[in-house]
């Protein structure tokens, strides 16, 4: 008869070997490249001519413990330069090397665990700063739940900003977008805060960096208005043309608040004059002119014939 070992042994010798293979593994020097985001801070009145690189890497040796938190839970992992303290030569130029490059890390590592830094110098141009007052273009998406719709426009608050930087660009911006994000199923009033873009944060800043988007959403409702008076536009007091019927009816469409709120003196229906002195079928589509977040889906009836009237003793 076969005897059963017993598992628990065997279960914590491999507990204890996979331990003692991690424990090993991380008090050991290990070389890898850690990789900082380059940020440059500029003193009052300047800007950078040409964009820096993004980010430097530092090829460091170190232990296993070191490598993962620099990797993994350092916060705010950064090489930050500060050119107020850096000297800048007359015709802006600024050397940076690899001592200042790594002066600039953040957290802070031991010179003697680096081995290399890419790239060793950075040259940087300045030039004078200039400044712009800039709109603020939204590039949110807004998707109302089924059945509801967004009642007006988007607001943006603050919708524009002052940025500043590179003289050579400043003047090409004619907006500042918002980063790219969507929000769907919404089904009433909303507010969010959104990040402004950042694709150009070394050459042009700003001290605004998000924005408030809000926007009203509401269920939509459809409601029929009669007797829209027909308005000719752009013609003589006295005219030739006559349409008929002098009045129509609007099947519109919007969200429930609104529709509750509308009256049918918001609704405008217009024929322009030109319309009428080019026609010759005797039929015309009027244009209809209404508040914001409300849609005309119909009319009654869809054309109004159109006549010109002969005067015998013209």
Known sequence: MTSKRPIMPILLSIVLALGLWGYVSMTSLTTV????????????????????????SVKLRTSGWQLLYLQYFSSGKECRIDLAKTNISSDGIVELTKT?????????????????????????KTGMLFRQTLPVRSRVSISPGKGYMLVGKLHIEPDSIVVRGNGSIIPTLRSWATQKISFGDLTGPFSFTVPLQDTLQNLVTSAIKEVTISGDIQQITEVTFSDIPINIVGGPEQSDHSIEPNRISAIVRGGVKRIASLSADEIKAIVYYPQLVQDSTGFVTPTFVVPAGITVLGTNPTLLKHRLIIYPNR
């Open 33 to 56: 490249y850690v990789t900082y985001p380059l940020v440059v801070d500029l003193p009052e009145e300047r800007s950078l001519e040409i964009e820096p690189p993004n980010s430097i």
């Open 100 to 124: 200042e490059l790594l002066q600039g890390i953040n957290p802070t590592v031991s010179l003697e665990k680096v081995v290399e830094v890419l790239p060793e110098s950075i040259t940087l």
